[in-house]
């Protein structure tokens, strides 16, 4: 009896030993990681949410070699201010330091020498939309540039303005009004949006500014100035949510294209000066910012800097007309908090994202950068106090824009515009090779990254990608069949409520022609008789208790 | 204060002449006074240096706009117009909302739990209370931005379309009769913000009133009951008019609260830079949620306005909460309590 009991005893004694060694090994394992790490001291950083989705990518992928990186998405103009008062140690900023602001707000005066930009992506600010009709979600909406502006001045307010059909004959649009949504915080987006509208579209801009009580010209400003009728949110992420949320029917938001395609919601196509109505694919803006003209002047404090004029004005079919460049602004000088620890960690963090990160953003919804910019950047990178400089063999870094011959090849494979993304065309119909374009651009599909596919590859791409515009809202038919999402027009949009729905069903097009029926509004005999169950109601529980009361009262003054 | 007649020895009560009262304090009674005389003492120095530190900050944007920054409805501090026209008055109104509907709430709540409930129930509840206080406000903003918003524009819409005669319930792009109206004027209003801090606050004034209500002396309780009163002839009779001060101090620590509330009215409202008496629209704007919004991004300037507008909140809070508590402490409970 009692040898049974020493035996378990003694079998226990290994298993603990064999527990106390997998607990050890759990226990330490990631402290080997932590002391292999501690070369890495780590850095934290604040600034643009037009950039976060693909910060975020990278800072999630260096995690495995043991840097401790963070970034909070508050803003461009948060990310700059902070960055100028020390309390991070590199900002992202969709533009530069605003020295001499236009809109009015107060200069911002880095120290010279201690600071350098850095482009880390390219990207296109879109305009997310969330519209209906006959209870199928627009997918292929296209808008001119200066609907857009119309749009977000309040000049158009619905949907069904002639402007707007103009730009997508054949799409029976709803009389609903447009909720124009903009970010409530100092944003690079928006800096990049005002600045776009007053460059292209100067007196609308300018008017409008006048009428909110901007003074003057207000040009190219991080607050959007608002008016009533707009929903102003913080943060890409609160755009975007704004828009897809149930209630955001009718709104359309401006936030960087990851953001549509993580929301699954389509995006506005917008006319470029070619005539074509694109949407910013990796491949599109690869094209467009070879337009960009980039500082080049190694002694100028905003080197490396984008003047995206030549954007906005290229003839070039692919143009995305929004496209731009989002930088790191990367400290030079040892001061405040930060080290020259931290500046390793960034310096590595930095030659990461430069290199093997840019393979990712064309999945992320953004570009790569070209060769020239990654080269200058590595050469940015190299003047961080602190950095253990590495020369890395550029062609090693699968960078989607790099060739042999040094010409960006992204933006030489770029497929073009379909036909029926011509201004005027008439709109993409199914079986097309265009008509995928349409529904698939917009589909800001999930597996979205692709959606590249849109524009530019065949019928094929966007099927893949699912499409689907109609993605998350219809059915599973939609996402094996491009075409989904195209809406015909249906005889009369008149009346303004009327509209029609298309819903394509194996190629099929099914038109749902929705009748109006004429809203209650004002006093009728239906609502007196609401009233009258509410006084009754009221009667019922009420009347017993004052009856009874003025009764005993009566008795009472009677006694 | 522990007073001279609290500790004396005892009075001589057939002496002509008083006698002088003292108090023998030990050393540990000695000690622990001026302990809390010096807690009592940092407390106010605290309160008095937030106010002077508000006061300095604030001074260069107030000696720019002096009285106009009481009048002024926009905020664009870098070209010196700016004001909290239109954030104080969206900040009174949403606490107004919260208000009106926490303090029914409240109020019941507490009645309830200490009068009604039976015995077992009453702590589970007031536990569940506690616990509601002591969720992160930030819960309350993403509750209320993700769930409650766009579960309350039906009954916002009802509102305005039958009440919308009443100034402040009227919705501006509002189409009643049309059905392809958009439902995003009804969102981001004061009226959603107000909901969600109402549900914050509630949990507050629920506990003070609670507290006092359940102080109500049995004596007057029973004898309410032995003259027949029903158990809410009782509570009209006893538990509220004892309870008043109670009621009320917890109606203004709320206010107080709903005043300040910044992120879940940050969640929630979509920021608007004119007076917005309609509480139903979209489009609101708070003091804290300025500050919150403004705070990374302001020059020097701009940060000196933002202060200003904290001393403005910061001076309405103190003066709400000063009337609260001297309300408590007129009222019976409350001098009961503090005597």
Redesign the interface.
Known sequence: MRTYPMGRRFTAVPLLAALLAVVASVLLGPGAGIAAATSYTPIAG?GSTWAENAVDQWRRDVNQYGMRISYSG??S??G???FLSGTVDYAVSDIPFQTH?TD???A?NPAAGSYAYMPIVAGGTVFMYHLTIGGKKVTNLRLSGDVVTKIFTRAITYWDDKAIKADNPGLAL????I?PVVR???SGSTAQFTLWMANQHTSLWNAYCAKV???GACGQT??YP?T???????GDLGVA??VA???????IGYVNYSYALNAHFPVAKVLNHAGYYTEPTPQNVAVSLLKAKINTNKNSADYLTQNLNGVYTDSDKRNYPLSSYSYMILPLKVEGTFTKAKGNTLGAFSYYFMCQGQQQAPSLGYSPLPINLVKAGFDQIKRIPGVSAQSIDIKKCNNPTFSADGTNKLAQTAPYPKACDKKGAAPCTTGSGGATTSSSSTGGSSGGTTSGGGTGSTGTTTGGTGTTGAAGTTTGGASVDPDTGQTLSPAGSSGG?T?AGATTAGGTVALAQPV??????GWSSA?TLMLLAAIALFALILLPSVVSRVLHSRKDSAS | MASAEAGSGRPGLHDDIPRRLGTARGTGDRIFRYQLTSAGVVVLAIMAAVGLFLLLRAGQALRATGFSFLTTAQWQPDVHRFGIAAVLTGTLLIAAVAVTISVPLALGTALFISDVAPRPLRRTLVAMVDLMAAVPSVVYGLWGLFFLQKNVIGLSRWLSDWFGWIPFLHVDGAQPGDPLASASVYTASTFVAGIVVALMVAPIQCSVMREVFTQAPAGEREGAYALGATRWGMIRAVVLPYGKGGVIGGTMLGLGRALGETIAVYLIISPVFNIQPHILQTGTNSVSSLIALHYGDASDFGMSALMAAGLALFLLTLVVNFTASSIVARSRSGAQSEG
């Open positions: 604040a508050t803003g103009s948060d700059r201010r902070q602001p009015g707000s107060a911002e709803p009389h609903r009004t909720v409530s915080d100092g009580g901007r003074s991080s607050n608002t009533s009728g707009m929903i102003a949110q913080s949510g704004y949320q149930g209630y955001g029917e009718g709104s409520t509209s109006t029926v004429a809203g209650q509004s609502q």
